[in-house]
């Protein structure tokens, strides 16, 4: 835990945006025991980090989507800590207006990873398509721990 802690620094309570023509995240994820997430709404230099609001955390029962502001780089950092293995993996994407994501994040003992798809609607049908301006963004690592290896592909 004091691992986690020195690596997130202050941490800001998030404010979804009150305007319109905003964008929706829902988190899901796998095997992701020791894992904490973060955001970054200022997603182009990954400042006013934020931990993802309870209500929003994918973890539990009921989680309603993330709304974010659409035109503008969001940031997310998922960190793993299992002594002495450590993952930090760190994506962004620019949300467009009234559009839906889902933000996948996987890790087990072998690799880590989060992509981020478009929710697309057809009718009653909906097909998550991987988003294009998705960018995996540098990781780190603790001195001395060993890092999972990173992978990136689809994971849904």
């Not at 973060?38 to 230099?45: L, N, S």
């Not at 780089?73 to 793993?80: K, Q, R, S």
Request: hydrophobic residues 35%; contains cysteine.
């Amino acid at each position: 835990l004091l691992v986690v802690l020195s690596l997130t620094g202050c941490v800001t309570t998030y404010v979804p945006p009150s305007q319109d023509g905003n964008a929706t995240i829902e988190f899901r994820g796998s095997s992701i025991q020791g894992s904490h997430f973060y955001m970054f709404p200022e997603g182009r230099d990954c400042s006013g980090k934020a931990i993802i609001p309870a209500e929003n955390n994918f973890h539990n029962p009921g989680a309603k989507p993330l709304i974010v502001a659409a035109d503008r780089e969001f940031a997310i950092m998922v960190v793993t800590v299992r002594w002495p293995k450590y993952c930090q993996v760190i994506t962004s994407f620019v949300p467009r207006a009234d559009s839906n994501y889902v933000v996948v994040a996987d890790n087990n003992s072998e690799h880590c990873s989060m992509d981020v798809f478009q929710r697309e609607q057809s009718g009653s049908q909906s097909k998550l398509v991987p988003e294009s301006s998705q960018r995996h963004r540098t990781s780190r690592t603790v001195p001395g721990s060993t890092p999972f290896p990173r992978t990136v592909g689809l994971r849904v």
